[in-house]
């Protein structure tokens, strides 16, 4: 068995134990134990309700890794603050916040 079968069985064993502890006495785990079936429930709904509607899935969009591993420009060829003042002769806003003088 692989790890992950393995570590879904102790887990499903985990929580049958858990369960037949709260119907021995310890009450005070049947409302942590009642949630993963009520979500699992909702879920299954879910999916039930949008194929009964008709909607179906969403296709999946993957990215190409070897389209992301492209090489970044050069900063020689980033534009310059200089290059970014319109044409009028205004300097441009920078984007980065200005320093804030502070008193003591």
């Known amino acids: 068995m692989t790890y992950t079968r393995l570590t ?3 887990v499903g064993l985990l929580y049958l134990f ?6 021995n006495g310890v009450s005070s785990l049947t409302p942590l134990l009642v ?5 699992a429930l ?3 709904f879910g999916v039930w309700l949008n194929r009964f509607m ?3 899935p969403r296709a999946q969009h993957f990215v190409d890794p070897a389209a ?20 009028a002769g205004a300097s441009s806003t920078s984007p980065e916040a200005p320093a804030l003088d502070v008193e003591d």
């Not at 858990?18 to 119907?23: E, F, P, R, S, T």
């Not at 591993?69 to 980033?78: I, K």
């Open 54 to 56: 008709g909607i179906t």
């Open 18 to 23: 858990l369960w037949v502890l709260a119907l």
């Open 42 to 44: 909702l879920v299954a």
């Open 68 to 87: 992301t591993s492209a090489p970044s420009p050069s900063p020689a060829a980033s534009p310059t603050p200089s290059s970014t003042e319109d044409p």
């Open 8 to 10: 879904a069985v102790l």
């Open 35 to 39: 949630v993963p079936p009520v979500l």
